[in-house]
């Protein structure tokens, strides 16, 4: 019998170095191929994706275009529009990858509310950076527009606005996504994270803030009681004394292996220590579960041969 299994897209495989929608959509359809792999296996397939690039350009393209009568709209709405762009471009990859393969399966967005704590000290410390770099005065400019914002110095290349990246503590829709596996649909959701709400009593109310789409991915794999958290990004497997003489390849690892090598600062804080660390969640919430971390082009090796670095509690 298949497995119940989240697989959660890195940006390589959605943007190339051409931001066109055209353009993402022919990466999609490469994506697809490798995707569809998992339907042949006789899986249950949830797919997860990043959105920072798109949610960047979107912001650029808000700022640009904002006039007193048509105003930017606010960086959770600018969520919510590229899941649905992204989630459109995947349906349609996906769609034809199936009926190219024979395969009679419905692939369906879900626009993903994913709860966070109102009180989570990132509010306090907004950290990740968003949208376009400015120079000193256009950032000063910018400020007096709007005072309740942060900007940071970013590597030398101007200012940008940094926004809160709170944990995740639910996806509001998680059930229905349980709903279409059971009808067998091949649900995408948690896009770029999800759009980060918070309670107010019966409302959820929209914050500016970015989720880690790996955290968000390993919490919705944790609700809907997932057998597996794939997380694919540009590497075959996860290093630790990484690009060094004696760099080491990870492939069947513990949390207890993993804990002390997050401790040592083996891995970078901006790419593999939230993958890690959104694998070893996963895991220690589902003790019979896997995590695995590899490539998109490595998926049939991981099918076939288990290659891969593939995280367990014990």
């Avoid at 999609?28 to 792999?37: D, G, I, M, N, P």
């Avoid at 626009?111 to 376009?132: L, S, Y």
Wanted: proline share 6%; with cysteine; aromatic share 6%.
């Amino acid at each position: 019998m298949g497995k119940k299994i989240v697989v959660a897209l890195g940006g390589n495989a959605i943007l190339t170095d051409d931001p066109s929608a055209a353009a993402q959509m022919a990466a999609l359809r490469k994506t697809a191929e490798f995707l569809v792999s998992f339907v042949e296996n006789g899986d249950q397939l949830v797919i997860a994706h990043g959105n920072g690039p798109q949610v960047g350009n979107l912001l650029l393209q808000q700022e640009a275009g904002s006039t007193p009568k048509n105003p930017a709209m606010p960086l959770d709405t600018a969520v919510a529009m590229t899941q649905g762009s992204i989630g459109y471009w995947l349906e349609n990859a996906l769609d034809e990858a199936l009926a190219n393969h024979g395969i009679n399966k419905d692939v369906a967005t879900i626009v993903t509310q994913v709860e966070v704590d109102a009180n989570d000290h990132a509010f306090e410390e907004p950290t990740k950076p968003v949208g376009p770099f400015y120079t000193k005065e256009e950032m000063e400019q910018k400020q007096s527009e709007h005072p309740d914002f942060k900007y940071v110095e970013d590597a030398g290349r101007g200012y940008r606005r940094v926004v809160p990246s709170p944990k995740p503590t639910g996806v509001k829709e998680y059930k229905v996504v349980n709903a279409m596996l059971d009808a067998g649909v091949i649900p995408v959701a948690c896009g770029g994270g999800g759009v980060p709400v918070v309670k107010d009593g019966n409302r959820l109310v929209g914050r500016e803030a970015v989720i880690d789409k790996d955290s968000a991915s390993s919490k919705l794999a944790e609700l809907i009681d997932a057998d597996m958290l794939i997380i694919l990004t540009a590497v075959d497997n996860v290093y630790v004394h990484f690009n060094k003489p004696d760099q080491k390849k990870l492939e069947h690892v513990t949390v207890a292996d993993l804990k002390p090598y997050i401790e040592s600062g083996e891995f970078a804080k901006g790419s593999m220590l939230p993958k890690v660390q959104a694998a070893i969640n996963f895991v220690e919430n589902k003790p019979n579960g896997k995590a695995v971390i590899t490539s998109l082009e490595n998926v049939d090796k991981f099918l076939s041969e288990g290659a891969g670095t593939i995280i367990t509690k014990d």
